[in-house]
């Protein structure tokens, strides 16, 4: 695993943007998210970036919660109850490097890695709901071989080459540092970037889709959904009003659409 660019002057622009990239926080769950995670059954995945911390209620269709950047899978504890009575098994996990798994580094195509990886451990998927970082990680899934009946995306960037075009402005970087940024990322992630953009994934965008995005949202940009959308025939782009990058993941009406999508697809029968 590549480790971050560290130049002759460790606080440079292109130094943080790398380890900004590259080197998510860890976060500690709430008192409510660990009272959720309490009446779960823990388990721990092995796997080559770090071993992963892994949640499972329920029993039924089984949903993957995938959470973003800087976050870790309880985020979505809010969606475990409704989910439940709606029949569905649920399952949260923490990414490399984030919350209770192993790791140091990460990336979009380690998030996606790490959840194709489990999936293929857990068995039938019926459906993901993703969260920003999430929701690009499931892309990357769905683009090779994932397959499940529904999914959900909550303000999630669709294609990296624009993000990090973004992040290299963000962090004011010359022409020339973003070259070297933009080389060092396909060092970390092993791939080009466009290998992560909706030209390169869309051919996996083959089931049912709900697409939430908040246009005042600050972390991710609106037009990274509405683009999603665009290439993808099965979705449906809903545009929220207030919940900013986060509050999407506590909202009852943002998450009571997403069970209906998710129980509409099974009770009629739609398979992977």
Not at 42 to 67: A, M, N
Not at 103 to 125: C, D, K, T, W
Not at 221 to 231: E, G, I, N, T, V
Request: net charge negative; charged share 15%; glycine share 8%.
């Amino acid at each position: 695993m590549s480790s971050p660019h560290v130049s002759a002057a460790p606080s440079s622009a292109l130094d943080s943007a790398c380890r900004a990239f590259s080197v998510p926080q860890r976060i500690q769950p709430s008192s409510l998210e660990r009272s959720v995670l309490a009446q779960a059954q823990h388990s721990t995945f092995p796997y080559v970036d770090g071993d992963i911390s892994v949640w499972s209620l329920g029993l039924g269709p089984r949903v993957l919660l995938v959470h973003g950047w800087d976050s870790r899978g309880s985020h979505l504890a809010a969606f475990v109850e409704p989910l439940l009575r709606a029949g569905f098994a649920v399952t949260l996990f923490d990414l490399p490097a984030h919350g209770d798994s192993g790791g140091n580094l990460s990336s979009p195509v380690h998030a996606g890695r790490a959840l194709a990886a489990l999936a293929e451990h857990l068995g039938a998927i019926h459906s993901v709901i993703a969260h920003s970082l999430g929701s690009a990680a499931s892309l990357w899934a769905f683009a090779h071989g994932l397959k499940v009946s529904a999914s959900v995306h909550l303000s999630g960037p669709s294609s990296l080459s624009p993000m990090l075009q973004l992040q290299a402005l963000g962090h004011g970087l010359t022409l020339e540092e973003q070259g070297e940024f933009s080389r060092w990322v396909e060092q970390h992630i092993g791939i080009p970037p466009a290998e992560m953009d909706l030209p390169a994934l869309k051919h996996g965008l083959q089931h049912p889709a709900l697409i939430m995005h908040d246009p005042s949202d600050r972390v991710v940009p609106f037009a990274a959904s509405a683009d999603l959308h665009r290439h993808w025939t099965g979705s449906e782009l809903i545009e929220l009003d207030g919940l900013g990058h986060r509050r999407i993941l506590t909202d009852p009406q943002v998450i009571a659409r997403s069970c209906a999508l998710l129980s509409g697809t099974h009770k009629a029968g739609i398979q992977p």
